[in-house]
């Protein structure tokens, strides 16, 4: 039985990454970083883009300065403020006077709701908190700027005094606000307070000039995207949320969840389908902005939204996807993938081998010695699922089409101190500049060979300097390519350092991203597996897509990579 969506309505979408996502700890963005999410932003075509607090630091005031020099193509840019301070009027606060000169025009304004803020935050009466929401929205109304105004922790404050709460929303209203957005701003809230609530609000619509209502909701309980759906279906009509859920503590709903839902199952109208297929693209792109990793797993846009790794799954999956996954990924802009690893079938097998140009047949006895391989390798400890790159080689190499365009014929890293260097001395907040690594390395190479060294922070940062040195002459195109990526783990901790260790190396050339690895009891020779498998692999023709990398990855991501490598030269 097909089910019919039944709803046609349209669904307006507020970003806040550049704010309140930016409040995530650990994330900390440039004004080169917001202008670059705001242009993504806007080519994904969401209506309102919140770009921050203009005045409140130098960052945000120039931010809206230069984007009025670069606007946005679609999008409103929307500067975020509070109300008045308490006793003073509006066309005297400083504060109102510097989110005009941002020059938007719209501005979202929040206020208190709940009384305990009121009378214990801001240290005034009731009465005056009402005052200064009319005061604020009426001064920026004047001045010929449009109003969103955004209901701070309006769910607690309904439960415990709804009577107050509903008179903040009539204030705003009878202001000139355009839009009420009713924030659960402790994230405390679950769907069915959320659903109850927004429709309780809805059935007062008639002191609130029949303004439209909008949902703002924190991830602390789990359920900021779930709470922002069930207001949509109780009559909300714009959702304000963050790309990938940033923000503080636990984090916003998550645009990136919310809008497929709310298009593709609930039937509402969000983005053009043409803007939803580029979605992935949007969130992995900003992802690498914030210089934070994508979460792999992430519904709709995660890297394994859409992996199979059971044998059956993916048998099933190849005859009807509808077997096992939810909506076509191309409605989203990610892709399906079929993980290879020690659960896997032939199909799994099959299917990743055609990705890359090769198709056997199930009935192949090569295709069986590939599965067999693979399980062996798996068990002692490779993991090819996250390195596919490494697969692909291994696959060539079973079947005699690996073309070993250089070898490896021996290396050596050596790590020295300072003579008056002592573990007593070492200060944990320095940096380490007292230890350097030399490595040395022989390698063949289109009936040469090359022997080169060089140095580095660590012993794997000076292996790949190496490397480099003795290949660009012969592959100039490996200049390119950085490491954006290196993953450690210990894989039998009980055998203290002379654990096996499993190394993943991530590699970009700002165009695709690949990964490899290497196992092996010695950190240092897993690492230059990993390494070596990473440069051929870069030299093999191009068969299939690999997930995009963003257009730019910043500096800092790459340095953050440089410092991983720097391992001790130890055997874990």
């Excluded at 604020?136 to 922790?153: C, F, K, N, P, W």
């Excluded at 996807?321 to 909506?327: A, D, M, R, S």
């Excluded at 798996?378 to 365009?405: C, D, I, M, T, W």
């Excluded at 480099?468 to 490491?483: G, N, T, W």
Aim: charged letters at 20%; one cysteine or more; glycine letters at 8%.
């Amino acid at each position: 039985m097909k089910i019919d969506l039944g709803c046609s309505a349209t669904i307006t979408l507020y970003d806040t990454t550049l704010r309140d996502g930016a409040q995530r700890e650990g994330l900390s963005l440039s004004v080169q970083d917001k202008l670059q999410i705001a242009k993504l932003l806007d080519r994904l075509g969401i209506p309102f883009i919140e770009g921050g607090w203009p005045g409140a630091n130098p960052k945000d005031v120039q931010f809206f300065w230069q984007m009025r020099e670069e606007p946005l193509e679609q999008a409103e840019l929307v500067a975020f403020c509070s109300t008045r301070k308490p006793g003073r009027r509006a066309a005297d606060d400083p504060m109102l006077q510097a989110i005009l000169a941002a020059g938007t025009r719209y501005i979202t304004v929040f206020g208190k709701s709940w009384d305990l803020h009121v009378t214990e935050g801001l240290g005034t009466t009731l009465q005056e908190n009402l005052a200064m929401i009319r005061d604020t929205i009426a001064y920026l109304r004047s001045q010929g700027r449009r109003v969103i105004y955004d209901a701070e922790h309006w769910f607690d404050a309904y439960r415990h005094n709804p009577d107050y709460a509903l008179q903040t929303l009539v204030a705003a209203a009878e202001a000139g606000a355009e839009w009420l957005v009713l924030c659960d701003t402790n994230g405390g809230s679950l769907p069915h307070e959320i659903a109850a609530i927004t429709a309780a609000v809805l059935a007062e619509s008639h002191h609130l000039q029949h303004l439209p209502l909008g949902i703002h909701t924190h991830n602390d309980s789990g359920t900021a995207v779930a709470n922002a759906l069930a207001a949509v279906q109780a009559g909300a009509r714009m959702v304000q949320g963050t790309i990938n859920g940033y923000g503080e503590r636990c984090g916003n709903a998550d645009l990136c969840s919310v809008i497929p839902n709310l298009q593709l199952k609930l039937g509402y109208r969000c983005l053009p389908q043409e803007k939803l297929q580029h979605l992935t693209e949007i969130s992995r792109s900003i992802s690498e902005v914030v210089n934070l990793a994508p979460d792999d797993h992430a519904p709709f846009v995660g890297l394994s939204a859409f992996a199979h790794k059971g044998g059956i799954h993916v048998s099933a999956v190849q005859k009807n996807p509808l077997t096992y996954e939810h909506i076509a990924p191309e409605q989203v802009g990610n892709c399906r993938r079929i993980v290879v690893s020690e659960q896997a079938g032939l199909s799994n097998i099959l299917h990743k081998m055609a990705g890359f140009g090769i198709r056997l047949d199930k009935s192949d006895p090569q295709a069986r010695l590939i599965l067999e391989r693979l399980k062996t390798l798996e068990l002692q400890g490779y993991q090819f699922e996250a390195a596919e790159a490494s697969f692909e080689l291994l696959v060539r190499g079973l079947l005699g089409q690996r073309s070993h365009p250089f070898e490896v014929l021996s290396f050596n890293v050596t790590t020295t101190t300072r003579s008056d260097w002592n573990s007593k001395d070492w200060d944990p907040s320095g940096e380490a500049t007292d230890v350097q690594s030399l490595a040395a390395v022989k390698i063949a190479v289109q009936g040469q060979t090359r022997v080169t060294a060089a140095e580095g922070n660590g012993p794997v940062a000076a292996l790949d300097g190496a490397l480099r040195k003795a290949l660009l002459e012969f592959y100039p195109q490996l200049e390119a390519i950085h490491l954006s990526d290196y993953k450690v783990r210990i894989l039998d901790g009980r055998a203290g350092t002379s654990a096996k260790t499993r190394v993943l190396v991530e590699f970009s050339d700002g165009h695709r991203r690949w990964t490899t690895v290497g196992v092996s009891t010695n950190i240092i020779e897993a690492s230059c597996r990993a390494l070596v498998e990473g440069f051929e692999y870069s030299l093999l023709p191009p068969s299939s897509p690999l997930p995009a990398a963003a257009e730019h990855r910043s500096n800092d991501s790459v340095r953050v990579a440089q410092t991983a490598m720097a391992a001790p030269a130890a055997s874990s």
